[in-house]
T-cell receptor, first 109, second 115 residues
């Protein structure tokens, strides 16, 4: 299964870009890489996902390494509302997702 | 329509009692997932349903835990002989497809406290 490793915490200043790294060296060729975030007292919220190519949506960008052993979630301009725990997950047997401990992002005004 | 709904939002039970936690997924979603989350940790996978069947129940910690989805929509997570270590937030998620090449929607969770 696709085990993931992320830094425990990161800090960013408001209005600056944030790059959240994730290592998934055991990922298989058909496992998708997903990112979710979780605000206090809420369920996780989808951010973005991809397989091989870089992906962009209204929330963020996902840069996937060519060997797929790592990826980076990019928040182009962090806001205070982006403060959350960010989870990088790999799919397991291409069906369900397994979460690690995530990265707690603090955004300073 | 509504998102994923979980009831109750909070449940306090005594050690040794039986509890049921309910999940109403988004209408039409075929895939349904149960996770549990302890304080300061990420969600821990429990079980995944595709339609009515449990496609992967490898995350259920022991035989006190059981989940059903008899009509392919609502799911119930059942815990027998609850223990204090079962205290956690139980999260349910649903998605429109069998694979994970899609977005999963999570409910707000049920906070279970075993005293």
């Amino acid at each position: 299964d696709a085990k993931t490793t992320q830094p425990n915490s990161m800090e960013s200043n408001e209005e600056e870009p944030v790059h959240l790294p994730c290592n998934h060296s055991t990922i298989s060729g058909t496992d998708y890489i997903h990112w979710y975030r979780q605000l206090p007292s809420q369920g996780p919220e989808y951010v973005i996902h991809g397989l091989t190519s870089n992906v962009n949506n209204r929330m963020a960008s996902l840069a996937i390494a060519e060997d797929r052993k790592s990826s980076t979630l990019i928040l182009h301009r962090a806001t205070l509302r982006d403060a959350a725990v960010y989870y990088c997950t790999g799919s397991y047997n291409n069906n369900d997702m397994r979460f690690g401990a995530g990265t707690r992002l603090t955004v300073k005004p | 329509g509504a998102g994923v709904s979980q009831t109750p939002s909070n449940k306090v039970t005594e050690k040794g009692k039986y509890v049921e936690l309910r999940c109403d997924p988004i209408s039409g979603h075929t895939a349904l997932y149960w996770y549990r989350q302890s304080l300061g940790q990420g969600p821990e996978f429990l079980i995944y349903f595709q339609g009515t069947g449990a496609a992967d129940d490898s995350g259920l910690p022991n035989d006190r835990f059981f989940a059903v989805r008899p009509e392919g929509s609502v799911s119930t997570l059942k815990i027998q002989r609850t223990e204090r270590g079962d205290s956690a937030v139980y999260l349910c998620a649903s998605s429109s497809e069998a694979t994970v090449n899609t977005e999963a929607f999570f409910g707000q969770g049920t906070r279970l406290t075993v005293v």
